[in-house]
């Protein structure tokens, strides 16, 4: 299992201190909402209950962000959480949103897919450039709920995004010039 499949093992001591075991230093929720927006699952763990903390950090992850303004859930969906909690045995909302996300997921890899298949689209000057633009917009409208949702080439360009933009303006500029002509 490669590092990324595995979650990455995150605990909480006494101190309420929360210290990364890859890297052997200690992380703020900020920088475990970096981790999990890059696209890897992690798993918070007390030193020394050795009890599983993960959703209650995962939670207050999401309550912070919403408490800044970042309103990502809309008051009837919190308004509907709060209620399946009070139905017995939780009632359907875990199973339906679990199902949710799962085909928003599958769909967006099925749009990548057809981005990327063979359309005559893609022989066009600026044509990376263009997609690149796509995929960014499509993360930015998901707010990057999974880095897994991207493609494996895609993962290979994260090691090397100064030179990725450096082409995107390149190719840009090239369809500037291009069309200035034809005007």
Known sequence: MSDQE???LI??????????TETSDYVTLEDIAGFIRDGREVQIID???????????LLQIIAEHESRGENVLPVNVLNDLVRSYMLPGGGMMPQFLQSSFEMLRESQSKMMENMNAMNPMSQMPGFDALQAQQQAFLKAMTGGLSGRWSSPEKESEKSKPKEDLDDIKKQLAELQQKLSKLN
């Open 47 to 57: 030193l020394k209950s050795g009890d599983d903390l993960t959703r209650q950090y």
């Open 6 to 8: 595995k979650p990455l």
């Open 11 to 20: 605990k909480r001591y006494a101190s309420r201190r929360l210290y990364n």
